[in-house]
C-alpha cells in the first residue's frame, strides 16, 4: 500500500472533563434532593390539619435544609386545642408536650451523600416519634375522637407521591441540563 492514497477519518463522539463533570453533576444532584425533599414537605405538611401544630412541628426542622420551605406555625383557633397545648398529652406512659415549637423534638432527620466504590446515593431519611402523627395518618379515628379534620390523612402517601413525581419528572431534566459541558459530535478528515 506504500505510495497509494489514502484517507483517514477520526471521529469523536464525546470530549468530556471527567472531573469537571462529575462535580458539575454531583452539585446538581445535592440541588434536586434538597428541592425533592422540599416536594416531599410541601405535599405532607399540606394534608396536615393544625389543631396544637405539633403534628406540623415535627416537619419545621426541613426548614433549615430546603431554602424556601418555610414551615411556619398556625395558631390553634380553639380555647380547647390552646389548654391541650398547655397540658400536653399522655400516650402510653410517655409525656409529651405540644405545640408547633416543641413538634421540633419529636422527629430526626438525615440528607447524606454516600460514596462507595462504584457508587453514589442520596439519601434523605425522615423519623417521625410522635405516635399520634402516624396513627392519625394512616387509620381512621375512633367515634369517640373529635378532631377538627378526621384522619386519616395519607400525608406521607401524599409526599411519597410528590417525591416520586419530582424524582420521575424533574431530575433528568436537570440531567440533561447538565449534559451540555459535554462536546459531541465531531468528525474530521485527513
Known amino acids: 500500500m506504500a505510495g497509494s492514497p489514502h484517507t483517514k477519518v ?11 463533570f462529575t462535580k458539575s453533576l454531583e452539585l446538581c444532584l445535592v440541588r434536586q434532593q434538597k428541592l425533592a425533599i422540599g416536594e416531599w414537605a410541601r405535599a405532607v405538611i399540606a394534608r396536615i390539619p393544625t389543631y396544637t401544630g405539633t403534628a406540623k412541628g415535627v416537619f419545621a426542622p426541613l426548614n433549615r435544609v430546603v431554602r424556601g420551605l ?17 397540658e400536653g398529652t399522655t400516650i402510653r406512659g410517655k409525656h409529651y408536650k405540644l405545640g408547633f415549637a416543641r413538634g421540633k423534638d419529636y422527629s430526626e432527620h438525615d440528607v447524606s451523600h454516600v460514596v462507595t466504590s462504584n457508587e453514589q446515593m442520596y439519601i434523605f431519611e ?4 410522635l405516635p399520634y402523627v402516624l396513627w392519625n395518618d394512616m387509620y381512621p379515628a375512633p367515634a369517640w375522637i373529635t378532631l377538627p379534620s378526621n384522619p386519616p390523612w395519607h400525608a406521607l402517601d401524599a409526599g411519597a407521591k410528590a417525591f416520586r413525581m419530582f424524582v420521575v419528572t424533574k431530575i433528568p431534566q436537570a440531567i440533561k441540563r447538565e449534559c451540555k459541558s459535554i462536546k459531541v459530535g465531531r468528525i474530521k478528515y485527513g
Open 126 to 129: 425522615f423519623d417521625i416519634s
Open 10 to 20: 477520526t471521529g469523536t463522539i464525546a470530549t468530556i472533563n471527567v472531573s469537571h
Open 70 to 86: 418555610n414551615i411556619q406555625s398556625s395558631s390553634p383557633v380553639s380555647k380547647r386545642a390552646k389548654e391541650k397545648i398547655a
